[in-house]
């Protein structure tokens, strides 16, 4: 679990080439802020990053950075399970129909794994899938960063049904990251392989630090989530 690594297990002096798959365009979201805090301490690892539409402020951060990156409009799966049934009737038909997205995405996401000489998919959020589509379809390896519980946290269903979610871990995901035990437990009976599961705690950017604080008496906290 301690040992996992995005680079490459065996030969140091060969990187791995990963393309980060983002969910939104959020340059401080939740998820997104936890993974550019990894990509910030990565080694022997050229890192690409895929979004799923135009943003300036995404962009500008990831130029910033240095980061080569791509727009691929990737659908996702999700919907909302506790939404009125009205706007389930609309949303959830709505979610299957960007599907057909995919005749589109897949040869653009191919072209750009060719073109940069890609070896790894890493998904940073279970939002959406075709990490595992590009596993299927071209043998690629593929990382599957899992943050979220889902119905218990955010509300969120799977358009196509936890089944389908179960089966790409299983069959399409060379290595699951999960960000607490408890989140890993949920999941673990129904893993198959279970070396391949590897919990990683996010860290405490030290951007968020104060390190002169003013105050000379207790602090109190409060750790919600």
């Known amino acids: 679990?301690?040992?996992?690594?995005?680079?490459?297990?065996?030969?140091?002096?060969?990187?791995?080439?990963?393309?980060?798959?983002?969910?939104?365009?959020?340059?401080?979201?939740?998820?997104?802020?936890?993974?550019?805090?990894?990509?910030?301490?990565?080694?022997?690892?050229?890192?690409?990053?895929?979004?799923?539409?135009?943003?300036?402020?995404?962009?500008?951060?990831?130029?910033?950075?240095?980061?080569?990156?791509?727009?691929?409009?990737?659908?996702?799966?999700i919907y909302r399970i506790y939404n009125p049934w009205y706007k389930k009737v609309i949303r959830v038909p709505q979610q299957f129909l960007r599907q057909f997205r995919l005749f589109f995405v897949m040869p653009q996401l191919n072209k750009i794994l060719a073109e940069n000489n890609i070896d790894t998919i890493y998904t940073n959020t279970f939002c959406m899938y075709i990490g595992c589509l590009a596993k299927k379809m071209w043998n690629i390896r593929h990382i599957w960063h899992i943050r979220e519980y889902g119905a218990e946290d955010h509300g969120f269903g799977i358009i196509f049904g936890n089944h389908m979610f179960m089966k790409f871990l299983n069959n399409y995901t060379d290595q699951i990251i999960y960000i607490s035990k408890s989140l890993a437990n949920k999941y673990l009976t129904e893993i198959e392989d279970k070396s391949k599961v590897h919990v990683i705690y996010d860290d405490v950017s030290e951007r968020y630090i104060v390190k002169n604080s003013k105050h000379d008496d207790n602090i109190n906290i409060l750790v919600a989530g």
């Open 1 to 77: 679990m301690e040992n996992f690594q995005i680079g490459n297990m065996g030969d140091k002096t060969m990187k791995r080439r990963v393309l980060f798959l983002l969910h939104d365009t959020r340059v401080h979201g939740g998820a997104n802020s936890s993974m550019f805090d990894v990509l910030d301490n990565l080694n022997n690892v050229d890192i690409f990053v895929a979004i799923p539409k135009n943003d300036e402020e995404m962009t500008e951060y990831l130029n910033q950075k240095g980061y080569k990156w791509f727009v691929i409009s990737y659908p996702g799966w």
